[in-house]
């Protein structure tokens, strides 16, 4: 129950395309849901997050949607470019700065 | 946001040899801090949750007498991996929640090898 479940492992996107990762949970008490971007050799750097009180959220070329009775959120990268190519994770905690359960993560390659 | 740094960047010891990390949250004080483990490839795997002024609370399976945490103030956690082996050779990274903000910051990892 405890399981955040992300797709797809790897994704190759043309440059200036949409890029789309998925997450699923199961546990309907996490009320909090970050996604963070991790270059090789470094740590992951938190990139936008997104409450279950709203259903999108946008920074910049990214946007998190949110779908609660599905139990599903999504990270969307429009017009991806090549600086994007890096390991995007999705994860969950419940009242936001407890454990953090972390997908499996999705290697993102921006061809130019 | 808040920066959160770690030190060393990267470290080789010899195996049987203790090496210390530290976890510094720089802009903001964290009573609570997460030590993480990542293998190439994979994703990262809470190690233990660190709480000033008491004792680290440790994930099933990892030797809390092998990966000793220490929380000694507002701002620094400690990891010590001790008798060090080659298997113990990993990235390791800590984080710390801003509890103002409610948002999780990671350090930049460190790379430790033993040879």
């Known amino acids: 129950q405890q399981q955040v479940k992300q797709s797809p492992q790897s994704l190759i996107v043309q440059k200036g395309g949409i890029s789309i990762i998925n997450c699923a949970y199961e546990?309907?008490?996490?009320?909090?849901f970050p996604w963070y971007q991790q270059f090789p050799g470094k740590g992951p750097a938190l990139l936008i997050a997104?409450?279950?009180?709203?259903s999108e959220k946008k920074e910049g070329r990214f946007t998190i949607s949110f779908n609660k009775s599905a139990k599903q959120f999504s990270l969307h990268i429009m017009d991806s470019q090549p600086g994007d190519s890096a390991t995007y994770f999705c994860?969950?905690?419940?009242?936001?700065?407890?454990?953090?359960?972390f997908g499996k993560g999705t290697m993102l390659l921006v061809s130019p | 946001g808040a920066v959160v740094s770690q030190h060393p960047s990267w470290v080789i010891c010899k195996s049987g040899t203790s090496v210390k990390i530290e976890c510094r949250s720089l802009d903001f004080q964290a009573t609570t801090m997460f030590w993480y483990r990542q293998f190439p490839k994979q994703s990262l795997m809470l190690m233990a949750t660190?709480?000033?002024?008491?004792?680290?609370?440790?994930e099933q399976g990892v030797e809390k007498d092998k990966f000793l945490i220490n929380h000694a103030s507002l701002t620094l956690s400690t990891l010590t991996v001790t008798s060090a082996h080659p298997e113990d050779s990993s990235f390791y990274i800590c984080?710390?929640?801003?509890?103002?903000?409610?948002?999780?910051?990671f350090g930049p990892g460190t790379r430790l090898t033993v040879t």
């Open positions: 660190s709480n000033e002024g008491s004792k680290a609370t440790y």
């Open positions: 997104i409450r279950p009180d709203v």
């Open positions: 994860a969950a905690s419940i009242k936001g700065y407890s454990t953090l359960t």
């Open positions: 546990n309907t008490a996490f009320d909090y």
């Open positions: 984080s710390a929640p801003d509890g103002s903000s409610y948002e999780q910051y």
